[in-house]
């Protein structure tokens, strides 16, 4: 049984982990740069051991670090959260080789999972649908464009070993094609340490529809729904919501039969989710990727569905089995929000500064996942993410109105924040209708979004 976790993460992901393992009973230990030794996520874990220096490479990248950290207080596991080594094959491959139990699954299906290319190679045979592109070998500038001439115009250029949105980028006509591609080939070596690309039909008129599984180690797969993660800026999820607001209930079952598949095709073990891109004009969805990890918006699916996922990753991780898939069920509506320390007037540009004073509101069917308190230095080295907002109520209309009483409360003192941002998204009729898609926040950011019927 795994009686001790050393969390290779930070941050509100860092509070959220140990808030499971205090209630389990598990110790925790969590890693820290000297300015964050006051942090609440360093507060809340039984041990907090100091990084050396304070770049990013150095600390919570570096894998020998890490596991030499985990070993010194005595852990038997490593959660990785989300981001840093979290889809690091390697990372999971040296905590095997420590006798470390990695919370997650196994190396050999990270490595395959995170490569676009090769994990859509890989699917070919069990025939999930897959967007019309290229995922091979031949990187040549005279190549990539004659496939783009095949696919049609617009399309999107995607860092194979990419996530987070970053390395993407749509080009509509092929005069734009060698700059857009020397730029994503630039961004994928900086960020991934790989320049290859795959190239995608660009999707007009869609929604983003993601499907969560588990996966025991008998082999057993379970779905728990859908989460629509459709408004995002530059490929990055601003709003989530669950149920997904598609009309079609057949096109979500399929969904998960797809999604279920892929997991058991692969020998997937723990928690994951399958995203795919779904077609209004046509009917039809795509497997986009699979994230070997817990997601940020993982809490939209606890709140609808009433358990909770990082349990259940401790759970499989100690060999326990998973509960049949007619038990789980899904209750009422659930949005959540992303608070971010950053300028929208600037390109959303990420700001820094000290937290003078900040005040949680509190509702019935409302959770914050945080970690920033009153006077902490919100610092550049790291995602100027703050909290996370969650609402849940019995009908869609009850839990936007709860999410806006959630942001109209929200008291933030400090560097400048998307609050303002975020009021106006939730506020916005294409929103509260369910009827946007993927080039809504498009459309919203180029009109004068600042001014609503609040002020």
Known sequence: ???????ANRGEIACRIISTCKRLGITTSVPYIRDEQNSRFVQMADHGIAFNDSTVQSTYLSIDRIIKMA???GADAIHPGYGFLSENPDFAKACETANIVFIGPGHEVIRWMSSKSNAKKGLLSINVPLIPGYQGDDQSIEFIRDQADQIGYPILIKAAMGGGGKGMRRVDSAEFLSDDLSAVKREAMASFGSDDVIIEKYISNARHIEVQILADTSGQVVHLFERECTIQRRYQKVLEESPATIADDSILQKMYQVATSIAKHIGYIGAGTIEFIYDEDSHAFYFLEMNTRLQVEHPVTEAVIGIDIVEWQIRIANGSLLMPQDEIKRSGYAFELRLYAEDPSRQFAPCSGVVKHIKYPVIDGGRIDYFIQDGDLITPHFDPMLAKLIVQGSSRAIAFQKMQF???RFVFFGPQTNLLFLQRIISDEQVMNGTYTTSF???????????SVQD
């Open 441 to 451: 926040l498009d459309h919203f950011l180029s009109s004068d979004w600042r001014v």
């Open 71 to 73: 070993k010194e207080v």
């Open 406 to 408: 959630l942001l109209d």
């Open 1 to 7: 049984m795994i009686q001790h976790i050393f969390i």
